[in-house]
């Protein structure tokens, strides 16, 4: 437990020497953002301040990443909310096909979904005085999977860790946690990753490999020095 008691308590001072009232999280049902909340919980009460959490699901969500997400901010946050807002999502994407009348990819709309997830994050952490919690980790940030001013908040307490790395530190941090937070941390460790955008069917796909454990193996024995692997789509698309 030493890299979450590392990361506990750079966060706490990150907390106090600038003030900050509260964490704001955007809770997705996967794995990266139930083990923000499971790392940032005893931060914020041991600071005496809320953990605001928010899922903010739109029209590809589907209902089970919807249900561990919400099953995660009521474990894990002092203030937690679902909110809808494929409405929302709709009517910007008419004004969208109105000045350009190409075909909006699952890409386009996905960038314009994580970016609408952000305003309503960094409105929270305005109202609230407080910071947006990053939910990406180091993986991710090699592949250039997440959006700018999308799923990138202030500040990334699990940006140094690869996401092997993230399952292991998830399972185990349930050793620490009531039943109620064991449930819903242990059904996103063991749920297929995806983007919650609607861009693929799991993340694996985009990425070019079967699971994570892949993924952080080929960019391991890639920057040991093994070039062979310069070809694969996964360093192809760290590289570009």
């Given at each position: 437990?030493?890299?979450?008691?590392?990361?506990?308590?750079?966060?706490?001072?990150?907390?106090?020497?600038?003030?900050?009232?509260?964490?704001?999280?955007?809770?997705?049902?996967?794995?990266?953002?139930?083990?923000?909340?499971?790392?940032?919980?005893?931060?914020?009460?041991?600071?005496?301040?809320?953990?605001?959490?928010?899922?903010?699901?739109?029209?590809?969500?589907?209902?089970?990443?919807?249900?561990?997400?919400?099953?995660?901010?009521?474990?894990?946050?002092?203030?937690?909310?679902?909110?809808?807002?494929?409405?929302?999502?709709?009517?910007?994407?008419?004004?969208?096909?109105?000045?350009?009348?190409?075909?909006?990819?699952?890409?386009?709309?996905?960038?314009?979904?994580?970016?609408?997830?952000?305003?309503?994050?960094?409105?929270?952490?305005?109202?609230?005085?407080g910071i947006v919690i990053s939910t990406d980790n180091y993986t991710e940030y090699l592949t250039g999977f997440w959006t700018l001013h999308g799923d990138v908040g202030d500040y990334?307490?699990?940006?140094?860790?690869?996401?092997?790395?993230?399952?292991?530190?998830?399972?185990?941090?349930?050793?620490?946690?009531?039943?109620?937070?064991?449930?819903a941390l242990q059904k996103c460790i063991y749920a297929t990753p995806v983007d919650g955008l609607g861009i693929s069917s799991c993340d694996c796909e985009q990425l070019g490999v079967?699971?994570?454990?892949?993924?952080?193996?080929?960019?391991?024995?890639?920057?040991?020095?093994?070039?062979?692997?310069?070809?694969?789509?996964?360093?192809?698309?760290?590289?570009?």
């Amino acid at each position: 437990m030493k890299i979450a008691d590392t990361i506990r308590h750079i966060v706490t001072d990150y907390v106090e020497n600038n003030h900050l009232q509260s964490l704001v999280l955007g809770i997705s049902g996967g794995i990266d953002s139930a083990l923000c909340a499971a790392l940032l919980q005893p931060v914020c009460q041991n600071l005496q301040i809320p953990l605001t959490g928010r899922s903010i699901t739109i029209e590809t969500n589907k209902s089970e990443e919807i249900q561990r997400s919400i099953e995660v901010g009521n474990a894990f946050c002092s203030d937690f909310e679902h909110i809808d807002i494929t409405h929302t999502f709709l009517e910007n994407k008419k004004i969208m096909i109105q000045c350009d009348n190409s075909h909006l990819t699952k890409l386009r709309q996905g960038n314009m979904k994580a970016r609408m997830r952000m305003m309503v994050l960094y409105d929270l952490a305005q109202l609230y005085k407080g910071i947006v919690i990053s939910t990406d980790n180091y993986t991710e940030y090699l592949t250039g999977f997440w959006t700018l001013h999308g799923d990138v908040g202030d500040y990334a307490p699990i940006m140094n860790l690869w996401k092997t790395e993230v399952y292991a530190l998830s399972n185990c941090l349930l050793k620490e946690c009531n039943e109620k937070k064991y449930n819903a941390l242990q059904k996103c460790i063991y749920a297929t990753p995806v983007d919650g955008l609607g861009i693929s069917s799991c993340d694996c796909e985009q990425l070019g490999v079967d699971n994570y454990f892949e993924a952080d193996n080929i960019f391991a024995d890639y920057f040991s020095g093994n070039q062979s692997l310069e070809t694969h789509p996964l360093i192809q698309r760290y590289l570009h």
